[in-house]
């Protein structure tokens, strides 16, 4: 596991779409404890005994992609009429935002994800994982850099040409292959070079993927 990844998701809970994850680093060694939406309610009750702290814990909102709207052009009051053009807010329970180099990443927690990190007994801050994986790649100081966020049923891919963020979006997931199709594509879309890509699993790792990608010249960096 790259220092890196542990650095910005060792002390963390991430919310994704099929469920929620604890992550911890004991050591060199990061601990993970996954658990499905189904059980939220397990979210407040089994964090203070996986993380026994007071320090802060990081939020990792991975429900969805965020808006990205320029940031000379954001109005935090037009946060919901950002987050209307593309998203159900029908059940919006609090509107958030990152600072993503030229952009504000703007996502949203439900009520109910709200209400249940308002009961939690320790300090979080949340961030979109978006911004989370942008300054991540900013960090290697490549002219172009791709992380890939394997789930699954669907792969996010966040790309950074320059120290700018140039490409954020989530693919569905039908044939096992479909990720390696995304990844070329965003490629020749952004008429990238040779970019460092590194991808990590959230689920079960797809042991073909990196073979897959190695035959077309991708080295991933697998973290």
Request: charged fraction near 20%; charge should be negative.
């Amino acid at each position: 596991m790259n220092m890196s990844f542990q650095a910005y998701y060792g002390k963390s809970i991430r919310i994704a779409p099929d469920g929620f994850s604890f992550y911890k680093t004991e050591g060199k060694r990061l601990t993970v404890k996954s658990f499905p939406r189904t059980s939220d309610a397990l979210l407040s009750t089994e964090a203070p005994q996986f993380f026994g702290t007071d320090e802060t814990v990081s939020v990792i909102a991975a429900q969805h992609i965020p808006m990205l709207v320029p940031a000379e052009l954001y109005r935090p009051e037009k946060d919901r009429e950002y987050l209307d053009l593309q998203y159900d807010t029908s059940r919006l329970g609090a509107t958030c935002s990152d600072e993503a180099g030229a952009y504000k990443a703007v996502y949203f927690l439900t009520q109910n994800e709200k209400d249940t990190l308002g009961r939690l007994p320790f300090p979080h801050e949340t961030v979109s994982e978006t911004t989370l994986l942008y300054r991540m790649l900013c960090e290697c100081n490549a002219d172009s850099s791709m992380f890939v966020a394997q789930n699954a049923a669907f792969t996010d891919i966040v790309a950074v040409q320059k120290g700018e963020l140039s490409f954020a979006n989530r693919f569905q997931l039908v044939e096992p292959a479909d990720t390696l199709y995304y990844i070329c594509n965003v490629i020749q879309q952004l008429n990238l070079r040779q970019p460092q890509l590194f991808l990590h699993f959230f689920t079960e790792e797809n042991k073909k993927l990196p073979q897959l990608l190695k035959t077309y010249k991708l080295n991933p960096v697998i973290l």
